[in-house]
């Protein structure tokens, strides 16, 4: 992992190879003062990123985290920050990390099961609906929500104006699988135009590597054809009276098979299925059915 300069002063924290638990986080300096976007999500890893971040910015305060979701990859690190660090997250991120089962015993879905080492859960301390401004030094930092659900229901970006930079979070995967299952299957590709609309010159994404304005299109593009086969596959699956899990085993993933974490195809059914059908989605039952279409549990790193 390495912590990439986008533009002066503002870094990505880039995890190889950006499967399961393996996040990208962000570090905003502005004078002796840091700004986080996100944290990672074991002990170990969080330490390596503060670690990288004290030696980037000369020992800056850091005054202020964002989180750009709930998920544990992006948020079990919280607890390591600074006290005085000041942690902001959508409304219904904190809600949803509140109640988050998998940070007290991560259920045996993924070989090995991630250790989570000494986190604690630590929620943010000012929750945003739409959006909120925040200047660390002499740069201003808008953080956004997309306007309803996607890769969750509590997204956050964080946009840099003046550098052009965008920390999408978990909105875009770079060359692996989507996961949208606690969020919106077609909010999700509304997000992408959304993000688009920014026009940003570089874009974090939550995953993968790093992308430069002309990467955006095609990287988004090919995005927005793996959702599309998600709601397609849904359809036909809901015809044929199939479950999540059998519509998966019956659909041809074609140019996204080679895609890591191509599993996730069945939580993203899971979540079209329940859309179309105006219900919920149990986050467990959706990820042990992805045990079962792989054959045995998923692979991580942590
Ligand atoms: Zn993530």
């Keep these: 992992m390495t ?51 004290h030696d ?9 985290a964002v989180n750009t979701h709930l998920h544990g990859d992006h948020t079990y690190g919280n607890s390591l920050l600074p006290a005085a660090t000041v942690i902001v997250g959508h409304e219904h991120m904190r809600e949803g990390l509140r109640v988050d089962p998998v940070i007290d015993g991560c259920p045996p879905l993924w070989q090995p099961v991630p250790d989570w080492g000494a986190v604690t859960r630590r929620l943010p301390d000012i929750t945003v609906q739409d959006r909120l401004t925040v200047h660390i030094g002499q740069r201003r930092v808008d953080v956004v929500h997309p306007g309803g659900p996607a890769h969750t229901t509590g ?43 920014f026009g940003p010159d570089h874009l974090v994404p939550g995953h993968g ?37 059998e519509a998966a085993r019956a659909c041809d993933l074609g140019e996204f098979a080679g895609w890591a974490d191509a599993e996730r195809i069945v939580p993203n059914l899971h979540r079209a299925y329940a859309d179309s059908r105006g219900a919920d989605v149990d986050p467990v039952a959706a990820l042990t059915d992805a045990v079962a279409w792989l054959g045995g549990p998923m692979a991580t790193r942590v």
């Design 3 to 53: 912590l990439h300069e986008v533009v002066p002063g503002v870094h990505a924290w880039v995890q190889p190879d950006g499967t399961w638990w393996l996040n990208n986080a962000g570090v905003v300096a502005g004078g002796d003062q840091v700004l986080l976007v996100d944290t990672c999500a074991t002990e170990t890893r969080t330490r390596r990123f503060l670690a990288a971040v």
């Design 56 to 64: 980037a910015t000369g020992g800056g305060t850091i005054r202020l």
């Design 155 to 197: 997204d956050l970006v964080a946009w840099l104006p003046e550098e052009r930079v965008l920390f999408a979070g978990d909105l875009v995967f770079n060359g692996l699988t989507p996961l949208v299952f606690m969020g919106s299957v077609t909010g999700a590709i509304a997000a992408l135009d959304w993000l688009a609309a």
């Design 209 to 245: 590597p790093l992308l430069t304005a002309a990467d955006i299109d095609p990287v988004f593009d090919r995005i927005r054809r793996y959702l599309r086969l998600v709601l397609d596959t849904a359809d036909a699956g809901l015809r044929a009276g199939l479950t999540p899990l």
